[in-house]
């Protein structure tokens, strides 16, 4: 997401690599590190902590968890969008019922107005897409990500 809004900005930025959140978040809060991107449920303990500054969300449109925060575009980067997600998958060739029923499975797990709740306290947004809308989410994402690797320079190690 660095190296996108690194395009979008034309700035220069380091990478600094770390092993996850927790180091990460650590390093910006003890000054080691200026900005970086993280989701909102690794960040919004440490926000409402009055630990953390967040400037603006990288997703197309404001989090629900955070909703006074302005998107990356809003504030002043019209082309940027990214975000990170996690989506439930199966194996390639699992049955279509089966991923169906599973799918419908999830729909309900998630559909109760306190689950949704909990969730988007915890910065979590959940989103129903279908099979279909999945899969051209999917397309999109790597085609979006593939530019900005390349764009980026970086190689495989």
Excluded: C
Excluded at 78 to 90: E, H, K, N, R
Excluded at 93 to 105: C, D, F, I, R, S
């Amino acid at each position: 997401m660095m190296e996108m809004l690194k395009s979008a900005t034309g700035r220069r930025v380091t990478h600094v690599p770390y092993k996850g959140a927790a180091a990460s978040i650590t390093a910006l809060i003890a000054g080691e590190l200026t900005m970086m991107f993280e989701t909102a449920a690794a960040v919004i303990p440490h926000i409402k902590g009055g630990r953390l500054n967040v400037l603006a969300v990288g997703s197309p449109t404001r989090a629900q968890s955070l909703p006074d925060l302005p998107t990356v575009a809003e504030a002043g980067n019209p082309d940027y969008g990214a975000q990170g997600w996690s989506s439930l998958v199966t194996p390639a060739g699992t049955p279509l019922a089966v991923v169906h029923k599973l799918h419908a499975q999830l729909k309900a797990a998630l559909a109760p107005p306190e689950m949704r709740k909990r969730l988007q306290d915890l910065g979590v947004e959940p989103v129903d897409f279908t099979l279909e809308r999945t899969n051209a989410f999917f397309r999109t994402e790597l085609e979006n990500w593939a530019r900005t690797v390349k764009a980026s320079g970086a190689k495989a190690d």
